[in-house]
């Protein structure tokens, strides 16, 4: 089949439907005009055989189940039947003019039943193999009959969905195109436990499914049918009549390619992707992550470049971040969503890469470019809810499904959407797959796991009387824990060399311990690999945004993170959250003049990308831009252009990001021990008369990174340190004038003398920079 732009069912026309074209007929264009002929379609009329007195044998109350889509076994009313010693053969053809059986060299008219049914019943010994000769206004058409074929899904797969455990649920679940029974078509599958009937509605059928009812495959709740000639492209959706006597129409939740919003349709997709990725898949987990550099750019891909679409920006962005020496890229939500302003976070399609920028093999194409760039691809990932939407996962089949069942526990007090029952085996089963999925299918190295701690506790923005305690008495939703143990351990077994990090803002025990460890609270780790580091977010921001003097007092905020630094496994975080919504861009948090802004920032991030844990920065604040993010038109990129008269003191903040990218990439020290308390020592903590912070970090092989940091705007000389008995040299200085500072030099090498200070036998004097970042290592 063509793929074209699917209609809507508000573009359809009563003409349209009436005539009641089937998957193989060709398409009307979008005015609605009868398609015409297509003599390639056609076989030559065979020989008629007479069948005999129809006498119809469907039960009222059956006839009026499939009419009605309500029933559970279309196929066992439709196709052809043994019926004593003939063969029954009957059709579901609304609007159709005639319906004839092709078989054999014989042809059999059928005759109608009304409402779009007809039969015959052939005196044939043995059911033989046929077609469907259908005749519409525009003439005749010659199809397979869907309801000739087993079910296209196999009995292990139902038995894995049933006790959801199934880890390939996208190969088993949805739309996938498939040769069955030696015809080629696609195969729908939909888990709809609740539903008293299920019909494919399509853009084939002008979104009228009564020719295409499903057939329930047992306990599972899954409902099954193979169209044959339907391919990659067509638009579809499912109808559902509720067991409290409604209908919905609903998008698939598996399917794996979207209609580009605010159109909602599922689309049939086919991925023809060859990878070139071999050797970074090959590699990618031959240093745990935790003892790897690690620095990521976070990304909204719609609006970094506007307007790009997947293949435009796998042509820049590999290129840009490359050149700024970020090891990885990070993604914020790339599943369809219909709401652009929620920047990807209510997610209507779990298995759906946004088609706002292209179809799913053009995703993977980005990926594969970054790969091939050296960069690894973390995703954002959004488990913990999921919105409201009636075409959506919404009492899907009329019923709380997806969602808990209890509405005080299905509600989002922040967010205005629905909790995931993650309690349901099927429901911990989608998810966990979905993880999975994106791994696999789409080779993403990570998942960044969104709002964790509103999983974990079911109090959460909830008042007393809004939750019910777990089974022990406790806030802890269990459930959840259950499911993040699962998702984490089977990603991790699944898929070598992907890492999985938690947006984790409580105090919780073991969120990136192995989930088979029991901590003190008597619970498991839940497994993550990396947790970001929310309070040291918090803490350092509040610190930088007080005036210089009155740092002094708060001085424990940029100290503070130590205490638990090795708590968990940690990524330091400036993300988009923290640019938006009133909080200013990362520059405009800083006091004072515009110079002093700079300066800070750049005094800030060397601090950031010294400090023990990994590092994210957020697009735009890599070359300190002043608006806050847009995501209408992304990162304010004129700010670098050289035409623009304060365009170094943007190109010095980017340039720095690059520096310090490079050297710590080539400096173990900053990295190899980030989870290990023998990678850092503090020379001085308290100095907060100074505000001034100075300690080591140290790689595996004891060689050891000196970082000093004044956020005072003076120059502090003669400024004396204890050190080891090295002979120091200057790696970088943020105040360099080449990044837009003062250029106050610092004098090298630093040569150590016999004066004991901060507890150590030997000391150096130095010259510390306003508002500046120094790092030293050890002269060769």
């Known amino acids: 089949m063509t793929p074209r732009t699917p209609e809507t069912p508000s573009g359809r026309t009563p003409e349209a439907t009436a005539r009641g074209y089937d998957a193989t007929t060709p398409r009307p264009k979008a005015s609605g005009t ?69 078989a054999d060299g014989m042809r059999v008219e059928l005759e109608p039943e009304g409402d779009g049914l007809f039969s015959a019943l052939v005196p044939l010994a043995e059911i033989p193999a046929y077609r469907l000769a259908v005749t519409y206004e525009d003439g005749e058409h010659v199809v397979d009959d869907p309801y000739r074929f087993l079910p296209a899904l196999g009995e292990l797969d139902l038995h894995l969905i049933g006790e959801g455990r199934h880890e390939e649920l996208w190969r088993a679940l949805g739309a996938r195109v498939m040769e069955h029974g030696g015809v080629r078509g696609t195969r729908f599958t939909v888990w709809a436990p609740n539903a008293r009937g299920v019909r ?92 790897a550099p690690f620095s990521v750019y976070e990304v909204h891909l719609p609006s970094w470049r506007p307007g790009l679409d997947y293949r435009e920006l796998a042509e820049q962005l590999p290129a840009y971040v490359k050149e700024l020496g970020f090891t990885h890229v990070e993604l914020m939500p790339v599943a369809e969503h219909p709401f652009g302003g929620s920047w990807g976070y209510q997610v209507t399609s779990y298995y759906a890469p946004t088609s706002r920028l292209g179809s799913p093999d053009d995703f993977r194409y980005l990926v594969d470019a970054l790969h091939r760039a050296g960069i690894g691809v973390i995703m954002d990932w959004v488990p913990a809810h999921f919105p409201k939407d009636e075409w959506a996962l919404a009492r899907f089949d009329g019923e709380p499904l997806y969602e808990h069942p209890d509405p005080r526990m299905a509600e989002h007090p922040d967010w205005g959407t629905l909790t995931f029952d993650f309690g349901r085996t099927e429901v911990r089963n989608f998810l966990v797959a979905n993880a999975v999925y994106w791994c696999e299918e789409f080779h993403i190295d990570g998942l960044r796991v969104d709002a964790v701690a509103s999983m974990l506790y079911l109090d959460y923005s909830r008042e007393p009387g809004q939750w019910t305690p777990n089974a022990h008495g406790g806030r802890e939703n269990l459930d959840a824990v259950a499911f993040l143990q699962e998702m984490n ?65 708060h001085h424990d905020e940029m100290t503070f993170s130590m205490v638990y630094a090795y708590s968990e496994n940690y990524v330091l975080p400036i993300s988009h959250d923290e640019v938006v919504h009133g909080k200013r861009s990362l520059v405009n948090k800083m006091p004072g003049d515009w110079w002093q802004q700079r300066a800070t920032q750049r005094a800030y991030l060397a601090f950031m990308w010294a400090h023990p844990g990994k590092q994210l920065l957020f697009m735009g604040q890599e070359f300190a831009q002043g608006a806050e993010w847009s995501h209408d038109h992304g990162p304010d990129w004129w700010l670098l252009d050289e035409t623009y008269s304060a365009a170094g003191d943007h190109r010095g903040v980017r340039d720095l990001v690059r520096d310090l990218n490079a050297v710590y990439a080539a400096t173990p020290a900053l990295w190899q021990l980030d989870t290990d308390p023998a990678g850092f020592e503090w020379i001085d903590g308290g100095a907060a008369e100074d505000n001034t912070f100075s300690f080591l970090r140290f790689g595996a092989d004891g060689e050891p990174l000196l970082c000093v940091s004044n956020f005072s705007p003076v120059v502090r000389h003669d400024y004396r340190l204890g050190t080891p008995d090295e002979v120091w040299t200057r790696v970088l200085n943020t105040d360099d004038a080449r990044y837009g500072g003062s250029g106050v030099a610092v004098d090298v090498p630093l040569k150590p003398e016999a004066t004991p200070w901060h507890g150590r036998k030997h000391s150096v004097r130095l010259t510390l920079p306003p508002l500046a970042t120094v790092w030293l290592r050890p002269a060769e």
């Open 34 to 102: 009868a398609p015409k002929k297509a003599a390639a379609r056609r076989e030559a009329a065979p020989a008629h055989v007479a069948a005999g007195a129809t006498g119809s044998s469907l039960d009222p109350r059956e006839r009026e189940r499939l009419l009605g889509g309500e029933h559970h076994d279309p196929h066992s009313l439709l196709g052809a039947h043994r019926e004593g010693g003939a063969v029954r053969f009957r059709a579901l053809r609304p609007y159709a003019r005639g319906v004839a059986v092709l």
């Open 200 to 291: 494919l509605a399509a853009d084939f059928t002008y979104w009228d499914g009564t020719a295409f009812p499903m057939r329930s495959l047992g306990a599972t709740g899954v409902w099954e049918l193979f169209v044959p000639g339907v391919g990659a492209g067509t638009a579809y959706k499912y109808e559902i009549a509720t067991r409290g006597g409604g209908r919905v129409t609903k998008a698939d939740p598996m399917a794996r390619a979207a209609e580009v919003p605010p159109s909602t349709a599922s689309i049939v997709t086919e991925s023809r992707y060859e990878w070139t990725d071999e050797e970074w898949m090959a590699h990618r987990g031959d240093v745990p992550v935790h003892r």
């Open 489 to 553: 351990a089977t990603v991790y077994r699944r898929c070598p060399g992907a890492v999985t990090i938690a947006e984790e803002s409580t105090a919780w025990d073991g969120v990136t311990r192995a989930t088979h460890h029991v901590g003190p609270t008597g619970f498991g780790g839940l497994g993550f690999g990396l947790k970001w580091n929310m309070g040291w977010m918090h803490d350092s921001l509040q610190y930088v945004q007080h005036e210089p003097v009155h740092r002094r007092y």
